[in-house]
């Protein structure tokens, strides 16, 4: 008994435990606005509008996941740097963001007519979105310094602050009458209170005094592509097959395939926050020559214990799930609910594994996600008679990316 309480009280104070305990209330606090987000907005624009709603949100995610290698990159480098160095960082990395947002908002607008027709969207509604990647880049950056010194309260803060800000504003707008380009107008002023918000809280390291230039400029550009390559290809998995079932499908279709990816996203959400605490503790305890293997399988638990609870749940009672977060007209649903979570189950273990080998540098492994990715797009592009076959191709792809990343984590293991 006395060891049981020993090991429980050990558990407790872990800074796995703890900071996970922090990132998964605060996130899924989060989740929880964002699917009230999704339930009221879904509610009120009906399948087809929320269709298009939906794929201009995951174009947004798609999109800025080619910047989002930000993250892991700083996260990386700050967590393994004292305090003057990360003066230095804060300053290099703001300079080179700031261009980095100029050029991403000049691109989406330049861009805005040819997807509007890829996508069957108004180009009004890309328009309005082309200065929010401007703000999307900068609030990466510093979530991730926050992220980076281990302020995981304020970064929940800044998070929850602005679902909060997209749900008010675009119900608002959508009472008004702006119908989608009003949800998506809500989306920008939410950004815009965020990055302000977050530019406060990091307010000490913009005024402190640069002792010295930060010198790893190539080191960073050295790690930093083949981040690029593995969040572009992780996201990929995550986003594309709403995008493609935007292009292939029915209107009508297309909405119902983006509310049942909404709601099977619950299980990458709630596992999100375990991967986010890990990959600093890792990174910083590899710059230290210390042991990680505890704290990852401990990751590859919690992660594989959430994900299974929630299938669980799509299992066990699929439509009182979709009839709660989106009502009567989304009704069928509920019978794609549990192989959406068996793919979203898969991935959540996927992405963990991925951040777990950026942030030991074990770089290797993360030229595999590219060839899911494409596997993923190549079969959703030839199969799609319907959404069981999206799906099927989603849990294909995903289930071969995680075998291949466990034989690597073995193989490499053998050899240590």
């Not at 990395?93 to 805005?112: E, K, Y």
């Not at 290797?364 to 990715?373: E, Q, R």
């Amino acid at each position: 008994m006395k060891r049981l309480y020993v090991f429980a009280k050990n558990m407790v104070r872990h800074p796995l435990f703890s900071g996970s305990a922090i990132m998964i209330f605060g996130s899924n606090l989060a989740n929880l606005i964002a699917y009230i987000y999704h339930l009221v907005i879904g509610r009120m624009l009906g399948p087809a509008n929320y269709g298009v709603l939906a794929a201009v949100l995951s174009l947004m995610g798609l999109v800025l996941t080619a910047f989002s290698f930000l993250n892991i990159v700083v996260v990386k480098f700050v967590s393994a740097s004292d305090e003057n160095k990360r003066v230095a960082l804060f300053s290099w990395f703001s300079q080179r963001i700031f261009w980095m947002g100029v050029a991403l908002s000049f691109l989406m607008f330049g861009l805005s007519g040819v997807l509007s027709e890829f996508l069957h969207i108004e180009r009004t509604i890309l328009v309005i979105l082309s200065p929010v990647f401007f703000l999307m880049v900068f609030i990466v950056f510093h979530r991730a310094f926050l992220q980076g010194i281990f302020k995981f309260g304020q970064l929940v803060i800044s998070i929850n602050l602005e679902m909060l800000g997209r749900l008010v504003l675009g119900v608002g707008a959508l009472i008004l009458g702006l119908s989608v380009r009003g949800a998506v107008l809500g989306i920008a002023i939410s950004a815009g209170v965020a990055y302000l918000l977050l530019k406060n809280m990091l307010k000490d390291y913009s005024r402190k005094k640069i002792k010295k230039s930060f010198e790893g400029e190539k080191e960073v550009f050295a790690y930093a592509l083949p981040v690029v390559i593995s969040t572009v290809a992780i996201y990929s998995l995550f986003t594309t097959d709403v995008l493609l079932v935007k292009h292939f499908f029915s209107e009508h279709d297309a909405g119902i395939y983006a509310s049942l990816s909404t709601i099977g996203k619950i299980i990458f959400y709630a596992t999100a926050p375990v991967a986010s605490v890990m990959f600093p503790l890792i990174s910083q305890r590899t710059e230290k020559g210390l042991g990680y293997k505890k704290i990852f399988l401990l990751s590859f638990l919690f992660t594989a214990g959430i994900s299974l609870g929630v299938i669980f749940l799509y299992w066990l009672v699929p439509n009182l799930m979709v009839g709660v977060l989106f009502g009567e007209k989304f009704a069928e649903t509920a019978s794609y609910l549990f192989s959406m979570g068996i793919f979203m189950g898969i991935f959540a273990l996927c992405s963990l594994m991925v951040s777990f080998f950026l942030s030991r540098n074990k770089t290797a492994a993360i030229y595999l996600t590219p060839i899911a990715a494409v596997i993923q797009i190549v079969g959703i592009w030839f199969i799609h008679e319907s959404l069981v076959d999206v799906i099927k191709v989603n849990i294909f792809a995903s289930s071969a990316l995680l075998i291949t990343l466990l034989l690597y984590f073995g193989y490499e293991n053998r050899s240590a």
